[in-house]
């Protein structure tokens, strides 16, 4: 089975027991309507039901999934079988807190069908914890992935952030050492990024700390890739390792290739080809929509029985192109030629970054190198219009 072909299913689970400061997804910290959500997301799941096909992949993603108690759980997962197909091999990530797992939390999960579990580590360092408003420690993170190994987790996958105020080289390869002593299948590592309206925002503009120099924030770059991949990681997607091809997540590359995907949640998006959407009247040919990203706006037009859709948009062919250039500059995978082909001077800017080391060019494809990651988001701009 093409496991890049079939769709996939992200749930937005919008509660948090507190907001980690540099944070700025969506998500409420008022559990007190988390039945009321588990109540309208299956109203949601209705709206869309048989217009998806078949599912391989389902992501709960958040705000904190790892507050909800088996129980809920199980209620959302009994939810959403009733509404939608899934594949017997589906990838079931559940993105989790450290500080809200115990031994018999992962053991249920993982009797409940979750097989990837996806822990907000980090860090493994406790003052960089605490800057980051984390509420679990070092020690707590290391316990958790010991229990979910015992619970019967075979696909691991931690969060790691680098580039943070006063850290060094040695600080950020002492932190990946740290994270390869626990085995994980999977690695995310991403550069903090101080958003504005964040707490964290707020007090880098007070002049509290000061963020990393570019300089530091590329060499720290360059020294994930090649440690990683030192020791047996693919450098499969600009944030992303994974110990062998086997081990990438299934269900990231279908945003990344404009596979089908639906979202439902307060402001989860989704996309649809148009394949296996007819007599839906949500979906059109090349859509892409998205949720009201506010709770009771969301609760309120389903208890109307209408979708809770803040807006959407036709894409013509041109940009879905066009985003298949810039997606596909962020993966290993690269681009087509194809797909290259017919923007401006296409071929003396293709020649131009593969003398520059920034790409490589094989069998029909153009492929960033890791300097190439680098300025990804640059190098569709390359090719002019």
Known sequence: MNYHSSSGLYVHVPFCLSKCPYCDFYSVTDLSILNAWLEALEKEAGLYRDTFGEFDT?????????????????????????????????????????DDLSREKLAAYRELGINRLSVGVQSFNDKDLAFLGRRHTAKQAAQVLDWARAAGFANLSLDLMYALPGKTEKDWRETLERALACH??????????????????????????????????????????????????????????ARGEENCCRHNPKYWQHVPYLGLGPGAHSFSSGNGAQGSPFIKNRVRWWNHADLE???KALATGAAPVAGRETLTPEQLRLETLYLGFRTRRGVALEDVQGFGNWEAALAELAQAGLVEVSQGRARPTCRGFLMADGLPLRFGD
Not at 65 to 94: I, K, M, N, Y
């Open 184 to 241: 994980p299948e999977h690695l995310s590592c991403y550069q903090l990024t101080v958003e504005a309206g964040t707490p964290l925002g707020a007090r880098k503009a007070r002049g509290e700390f000061q963020a990393a120099e570019e300089d530091l924030e590329e060499a720290l770059f360059l020294l994930t890739s090649q440690f990683l991949e030192d020791h047996g990681y693919l450098h499969y997607e600009i944030s992303n390792f």
């Open 297 to 299: 706006r969301y609760l």
């Open 58 to 98: 389902l992501y709960l993603g958040g705000g904190t999934p790892s507050l909800l108690e088996p129980a809920d759980l199980e209620a959302l997962l009994a939810g959403l079988r009733r509404h939608f197909h899934f594949h017997s091999h589906t990838e079931v990530t559940l993105e989790a807190n450290p």
